[in-house]
């Protein structure tokens, strides 16, 4: 099962059916089972039979999962494989010592991969998705894996299943979580 | 949260209004008429029509003109979009959108902007689910434009039923076009909502079609408000 985490301001909001739903969506035409949680009601005992994490985007506007990072910092003992994405490669490197600072991505992009990466593949360059406020200075080891010319695009921590992108996969890139879901479980852990 | 959304009086529209209605407050709707029929943020036939669903659904109404000029037509959306934050106190704005980026990431500069948050609840959803949805929850949706083939002019008026979507599910698989008409394969109008308060009824006779070569659109000459 791959657990889904809202970063949305609120449980139940507007933007829920914009940032899990579509990941939701992936997830499920590949035949993993999927539950959604909000950040807020996650709790150790909810996390158990998760084969994987998935912490989700969220509204331009909507930065309170930064404010509240210490709802968060079970993501350091995680013990499966995790992805971030946009929004939530944000909190991973907030809980990881990271930072992040102002800079506005909206639209289509160029993204470089620059390291061989389990989910994003071999170097290459693609078009992806962005739509954020804020860029990622990565957590001190962690593996920058793709750049775009605005910002870090996707990242990896140094020795565990744990990735970060800040593009939205879930728009025309939904092989990022595919490759993601298919790292999930004891096997690769193993 | 007050929200204004984006109407152009068509299924998309109107079902992002009622997810939006669900979670937050409508304080009014957003409409562009476009002169540039082949505008790529706002073209619908019968956008004119949008200011009697508002009256039937009891939400107030922001109109604006645009000549549909490429990016300059943003402008205008832009402009739309401070009135309604001036008259109404919106501290966001709801699209319809389904997959267009090109549409989501335009509505998405505006609102960063103007200082304002955006939502698309139906950003990449179920195609499939989404269409069952809105027969299910008693939306009454006709089809007033088809731009692709093999679409003939007896859809022009059509309503979406289960035997409708059917149809376009064969479509879709025949012809590659998208079930929602996110391609723009087809427009529609919605007649009725659950929460309308009244229903919009059209006359035979108040309707004029134009069709040829796969391409049409029914244009409705005249509509009132009836009971439900």
Not at chain 1, 9 to 37: C, F, M, N
Not at chain 2, 92 to 103: F, H, N, P
Request: aromatic share 8%; hydrophobic share 45%; proline share 5%.
């Amino acid at each position: 099962m791959i657990l889904l985490v809202d970063l949305a301001e609120k449980p139940g909001s507007l933007s829920r059916d914009e940032y899990v739903g579509p990941v939701a969506r992936i997830i499920a035409a590949i035949g993993y089972e999927w539950r959604e949680v909000h950040f807020s009601e996650i709790t150790a005992a909810g996390i158990t039979d998760a084969d994987g994490i998935v912490l989700c985007g969220t509204a331009l506007k909507d930065n309170a999962f930064a404010e509240r990072v210490q709802d968060l910092v079970w993501l350091r003992d995680a013990r499966v494989p995790v992805l971030g994405i946009c929004a939530g490669m944000q909190a991973l490197c907030l809980v990881f010592g990271g930072s992040i600072r102002p800079a506005v991505g909206i639209g289509m992009t160029e993204v470089r991969v620059v390291q061989p990466d389990p989910v994003l593949g071999e170097p290459h360059t693609f078009t992806a998705y962005e739509l954020h406020t804020f860029a990622c200075e990565p957590p001190a080891g962690w593996v920058t894996t793709a750049v775009s010319d605005r910002c870090v695009q996707a990242i990896r921590h140094p020795d565990r299943p744990v990735f970060g992108v800040m593009f939205h996969p879930e728009v025309r890139n939904d092989a990022v979580v595919e490759r993601f879901c298919a790292i999930c479980g004891p096997a690769y852990l193993q | 949260m007050k929200l204004g959304v984006l109407c152009s009086g068509g299924k998309d529209s109107w079902y992002a209004c009622s997810r939006a209605m669900e979670k937050e407050e409508v304080a009014c709707l957003i409409s562009i008429r476009s002169k540039n029929d082949a505008s790529y943020m706002f073209h619908t036939p019968d956008v004119h029509l949008v200011p009697l669903q508002a009256e039937a659904a009891g939400i107030p109404l922001v109109t604006v003109e645009t000549d549909g000029v490429e990016e300059a037509e943003l402008a205008d959306l832009s402009r739309a979009i401070s009135i309604a934050a001036e008259e109404y106190g919106i501290e966001g704005v709801v699209t319809g959108a389904l997959m267009s980026v090109y549409q989501a990431s335009r509505v998405q500069r505006i609102c960063r902007d103007l200082g304002l948050w955006c939502f698309n609840p139906l950003w990449y959803t179920d195609p499939e689910a989404y269409m069952e949805r809105i027969i299910a929850s008693g939306f009454s949706v006709i089809v007033t434009g088809v731009f692709s083939a093999p679409f003939g002019a007896d859809w022009l008026g059509r309503n979406i039923d289960r035997e409708a979507l059917a149809e376009l599910r064969r479509y879709a698989q025949s012809d590659r076009i998208t079930l929602t008409g996110e391609g723009g394969e087809y427009e529609t109008l919605v007649l009725d909502a659950p929460f309308f308060r009244q229903r919009i009824a059209i006359g035979e006779a108040e309707t004029e079609t134009e069709y040829a070569n796969y391409r049409g659109v029914l244009k409705i000459t005249r509509a009132e408000l009836v009971a439900k």
